[in-house]
């Protein structure tokens, strides 16, 4: 069997495990693994910026934080309600087929900055290239005990994998290596379980997570027992009621689906309010500006960046999950609207696209995309597509779409070339430094669609609430006092136009 004695680096400075992982692969395939890919940022470049505003939300998102030890003896009753959890220990797993390495790499790279987000940390891991995934243990019976060493070796409470498990390949693997197994989609529906505050976000997780659970319950002893027939039966029913009865496991199912349905309508509910409010921005003629992209690309830094918004940023995956709409001027003051939508993630889960679909409405009811690409990323190709494949998901495909290739500090001129060349009409912006934003703002104004209506008018002096209409909702081209009232020509919407009409010359 394959030595599993982890390396020890030469020097004091500690080895990361996703590079112990890589390397451990590569000294095995002797294939060169594509180095350098970080799923979150370096902390050195990773800091606040001034941009960034109060953010609120940070106390509270800190207030129930992982440590690696927690204590048991507490001093005084009331510590209990401000413990923290204990971090996870974590070993990875994957497996990738001949000509896949760098997406390998990534997606394990990936995995490693899920697990961090979701409380836990990374001991080692297990990268096994093989033509298909094992029907039986995912990694094959070989790879399986090698895993269970490795696990016991470290100390390790969980092993997550790369993928998204059948039922009978988590239970196999966990009769092998004798801990918890859970899977890719199980991190990302726990990270977005801890992020969500609103009461659609929460509705729309446990959805997801519900729809998840379901085709895996498990049972055993009292689970599996049936409910009394007969006379010793509820209520003593009597004759024509004895049978097998129902499986406990049965019942939990029912209630699962019962609570689905419920969790559904409540979602419904909550579309007339969204609805109301898009409407009437519509009726209004505010145009909206979508941002969306790959998470942690710097879509919420980006918002406070041009609004102030003061959004809570995080070097963190789904730091922020619910839609968040701030108002915003052109600089000819016609008025738009930039919403922060949740980001993405290759394999994202279908429960949650699903879940999720009312917020992404936001994207699809959008004027204007401007989709965010983290520049420093090492394979933006792939965050470009994965964000593409979801906006055409939403119906989205024809909206006009603005690249910006965010954390531009972080890019050298090399790198800044080829994304140019990925991207010829790219913007390049950093969130931290200020640079590309002025830049940024003058493509959104060019590219945000025209009032429909272009009329000519001469308002009345008593009419002032007419004017500042059209200030606010929109363009003028040109404007005049005369003995009669404000001349004007400018472009409104229908709405306003209507109400324009009785003074039109």
Known sequence: MTDTTTPQSTDETPVDPVDRVLARADARSGVSVFGGAQALQ??????????DGDQWDREERAALRRVPGLSTELEDVTEVEYRQLRLENVVLVGVHSQGETEDAENSLRELSALAETAGAVVLDGVLQRRPHPDPATYVGRGKAEELRDIVAAVGADTVIADTELAPSQRRALEDVVKVKVIDRTTVILDIFSQHAKSREGKAQVELAQLEYLLPRLRGWGDSMSRQAGGQVGAGGAGMGSRGPGETKIELDRRRIR????????????FAPARDAKRAERKRNTIPSVAIAGYTNAGKSSLLNRLTSAGVLVENALFATLDATVRRSET???????LTDTVGFVRNLPHQLVEAFRSTLEEVGGADVIVHVVDGSHPDPAAQLATVRDVIG?????????????????????????????????????????????DELRALIE????????????????DRGDLVSAIHEQGMILSQAHEEGGTAIHARVGEHLAARLAPFGR
């Open 42 to 51: 370096d902390a050195a470049t990773a800091g606040r910026g001034d941009s």
């Open 258 to 269: 019962t609570k689905m349905a419920l969790l559904r309508r409540q979602i419904r509910d």
């Open 331 to 337: 600089t000819d003051g016609r008025v738009y609207t």
């Open 393 to 437: 998901d939403v119906g989205a495909r024809d909206i006009p779409e603005i690249i910006v290739f965010n954390k531009a500090d972080l890019v050298d001129a090399d790198t800044r070339l080829v994304l140019r060349g990925l991207e010829p009409k790219a913007v390049f912006a950093s969130s931290r430094t200020g640079e590309g934003i």
């Open 446 to 461: 060019a590219t945000l669609p025209l009032p429909a209506v272009e009329i000519h008018a001469l308002v009345p002096y």
